[in-house]
């Protein structure tokens, strides 16, 4: 009988304590010499001839966890099931890319000359285009920019429209969501947040001095002081409101001070950091590693906040903790995912950015023969399609050490992941 030797890297964690990841299940697993000097033995002959070799029974034993706990199996293994097809469920939409601020790192503040907003005619051809193609369908509608109240006027209008497809049975009870940077909120807002059961993300990027440097008004004044005001208002109101927080790589050994000053002052179940990338090529701009590192770290502050982490590590351990390899960089599960439709109404098969490149339509297989070997594929998901077309690189080496030294950080914290470790 034909026994495959799933494709596996051995860790050792600060206790010395060894773990087997395999790299075709996502299951790690502490494991002792014994079961890998076995897996090496499988690797050049036949199971039954090492089934012969072995004599005692503890090798028996080892040799019976090694199916157990399926590092070897019966079915031969591929590392990759691309996704050919996209259907975008999620539509985050830039009804302008104008905005009120001059923020250090943002696309509209280095643009400022050729900013577009959306017209009524494109915002209701995008809702018709999304009820079409998600008939019976949970939708998820993001408004974002620029900066999106800008054109709550809008925002009106398309909500109004969507949930006249929800009566008309054509689409499930859509989601809304909204980005902003928490400057221009009138108590219309509010009301029409909490009527529509919006969730609002506001951008913070630290304490007042941090945040006053990196998210100012366009007349360089700081903003903190009014998002801060506007942000409790919204949240006693009863909105629900969460903080995104974008790292600026000069503050990156600071995120973890960063993260507990808005945990301890801005109430909310759940935290959000954006991954800073460049706006050209969508690379990361953070080292990859210690990006990982610090992530960990801020993992492990929300949590003792009580309030859960959306990063870039989220469907990493969202896919590591289910056994579930992710088809695509940008999914947990399937071909589902967020396009970004710019101001003309164009669909990008990228949730950052819209450029010709990258459009929905332009569909390439992610996968690269280098990651093949990379252990850390399958939860991974790939090299990023758009920053390969943008960049025309074969992958983003930040992001390849993120992704690398999740496992190594995942081994040394296992008791943030308590119901994952009872699997383990
Ligand atoms: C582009 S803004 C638009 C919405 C709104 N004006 C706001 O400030 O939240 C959305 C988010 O993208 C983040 N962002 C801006 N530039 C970024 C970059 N280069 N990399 C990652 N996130 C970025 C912002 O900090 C903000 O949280």
Partial sequence: MKKYVYPYKVFTDREGQKFHFNAYKLLLTAVDDAHLDLLKNLESLDYERVQELITDDEQKQCLQDLSEFE???????????????????????????????ACVECFATKNVNCLKTMDEETLFKVLDYSFEHNRDKTVQYCFFGGEPLIKFDLIKQAVERIEGAESSNIIKKPIFLITTNGTIITDEMIDFFVEHNFRVGVSVDGPKQIHDKLRPYKNAKGTFDDVKANYIKMYNRGVDIHVLITPNPDYLDDLPNIAEYILKNFPMKELTINTPFKYDTLQWSVDGEKYANILFEVYKLAGEYGVMLDSALSAVLGSISNGIRRRTPCSILGDEFMTLVNPQGKMSRCAQKYDD?????????????????????GFCGGVCPAYKALSNKPHDSNKCKFMQAVIPNL???LHLFEETADDI
Avoid: H
């Avoid at 099931?81 to 469920?89: L, R, S, V």
């Fill in 411 to 413: 081994i040394n914290n």
């Fill in 357 to 377: 490149k990258i459009a929905l339509q332009t569909l390439e297989k992610n996968s690269t023969d280098s990651c093949k070997n990379c252990f850390a594929y």
């Fill in 71 to 101: 590092m070897i199996g019966d079915e031969p293994y591929i590392l990759q099931a691309d996704a050919t097809a996209f259907t975008p469920t999620s539509y985050r939409i830039v009804l302008t890319e104008q905005c009120n601020l």
